[in-house]
């Protein structure tokens, strides 16, 4: 069962709490939900930690609203996390994230350091690479999806809704290139204000967030390390599940959690 808060601006936010101990946020990626993208990490970390799970807003059961990708989208997600531990209240936590989930993590980090005692982040590079607007030109046009991704679409619609699946496809695409055009800025230019301890998890087979946009990010940040996962892509979780459990794990203990 998920809880719900509704914030300032009426949109709510469903979001798993469970277990007990240091509190841990956990923010999904693209296209997921707590339990899709963030599941391995609620079932192992919730053994000793309290957990913070949310469908970010337009997602799975954080609807409605329905999602919408304006350029500032990773800003707004930050913004909605923090207002969720203000609203909450569970004491400084770690927040987690993966992919775009990730970027706001990040976001958070620089702009809350009151609500944060660390941060992971795994699946990001603080741009919007011309790698990634490239690759994702071919999402274009999400009717083409019933002969390309049918079984990616299945999922999408599964999750969210057949009514915005169009939308958040085109939505993420055009948000990818506004902010490409707009000098690629997504974290970057803030991360150096992040101070409680960050992990930069990405895989060694990622694609389109660049090897040197994420050792880039990593320098900026003052209390930082990178780790480079082998055989794996973007979805750590899914490709190397234990070694980022352990990852995650060590840094805990780093922190006396």
Not at 78 to 96: H, N, R, S, Y
Request: aromatic share 6%.
């Amino acid at each position: 069962m998920q809880h719900r808060v509704t914030l300032h601006d009426g949109a709510e936010i469903a979001y798993h709490d469970l277990g007990s101990g240091p509190p841990v946020l956990l923010i999904h990626g693209f296209v997921g939900t707590a339990r899709t993208h963030m599941g391995l990490l609620i079932d192992d970390l919730s053994r000793d930690h309290r957990i913070i799970a949310p469908d970010l807003r337009g997602y799975g059961a954080s609807r409605p609203p329905n999602r919408t990708f304006p350029p500032d989208f990773y800003q707004r997600d930050a913004t909605d996390m923090a207002e969720l531990l203000d609203l909450i209240q569970p004491g400084p936590a770690v927040v987690m994230g993966f992919s775009d989930g990730g970027e706001s993590a990040l976001i958070l980090a620089a702009s809350r350091p009151d609500v944060l005692r660390g941060v992971v982040a795994w699946g990001v590079s603080g741009v919007m690479s011309q790698a990634m607007v490239n690759a994702v030109q071919d999402w274009l046009p999400a009717t083409a999806w019933v002969e390309r991704r049918p079984s990616w679409r299945q999922e999408i619609i599964e999750l969210h809704g057949s009514e915005q699946f169009e939308a958040i496809i085109e939505g993420w695409v055009h948000a990818a290139q506004a902010i490409a055009a707009s000098g690629g800025d997504i974290c970057f230019q803030t991360a150096s204000r992040i101070r409680c301890p960050a992990l930069l998890i990405n895989g060694d087979g990622e694609r389109n967030n660049l090897p040197s946009d994420v050792q880039r990010l990593a320098a900026t940040i003052p209390n930082c390390r990178l780790e480079f996962v082998t055989n794996s892509g973007h979805a750590i979780q899914e490709d190397q599940p234990e070694e980022l459990i352990r990852l995650i794990r060590q840094f805990l203990a780093q922190l006396a959690l």
